[in-house]
C-alpha cells in the first residue's frame, strides 16, 4: 500500500453512509410515555395521602390528666427507680 492508497480511503467523500444519522424517535416516545405515566401515579398518591391526612379521624378521647395517667403507668412506684420482679 502507497501512501496515496491510506489517504483515498481516509476521504469523507469516499465513506458509503456520508450524511446525518438520525436517532430513531420511538424509544424516545416509549421512555418520555412511560416516565409521564410514573409522574402520574406519583401524583395520585400524592393528592391521596394529602386527602388522607387532611380528613378529621374521631379518636377517643380519655378522660384523665397526666397526674392519672403517670400513675397508671408508674402504680405506687415514687422514687423514680421501678426494679425487675
Same mark, same amino acid.
Do not use: C, W
Given at each position: %500500500?502507497?501512501?496515496?492508497?491510506?489517504?483515498?480511503?481516509?476521504?469523507?467523500?469516499?465513506?458509503? +453512509?456520508?450524511?446525518?444519522? *438520525?436517532?430513531?424517535? @420511538?424509544?424516545?416516545?416509549?421512555?418520555?410515555?412511560? @416516565?409521564?405515566?410514573?409522574?402520574? %401515579?406519583?401524583?395520585?398518591?400524592?393528592?391521596? *395521602?394529602?386527602?388522607?391526612?387532611?380528613?378529621?379521624?374521631?379518636?377517643? *378521647? +380519655?378522660?384523665?390528666?397526666? +397526674?392519672?395517667?403517670?400513675?397508671?403507668?408508674?402504680?405506687? *412506684?415514687? +422514687?423514680?427507680?421501678?426494679?425487675?420482679?
Amino acid at each position: %500500500m502507497t501512501g496515496t492508497e491510506e489517504l483515498e480511503h481516509m476521504d469523507p467523500d469516499a465513506s458509503p +453512509s456520508a450524511g446525518v444519522r *438520525r436517532v430513531n424517535n @420511538l424509544p424516545m416516545y416509549i421512555l418520555g410515555g412511560v @416516565l409521564m405515566a410514573f409522574l402520574v %401515579m406519583m401524583g395520585l398518591v400524592a393528592a391521596d *395521602r394529602a386527602a388522607q391526612q387532611n380528613k378529621e379521624e374521631a379518636k377517643p *378521647r +380519655s378522660n384523665g390528666n397526666t +397526674s392519672m395517667f403517670a400513675k397508671e403507668i408508674a402504680g405506687d *412506684r415514687k +422514687s423514680g427507680l421501678i426494679l425487675q420482679l
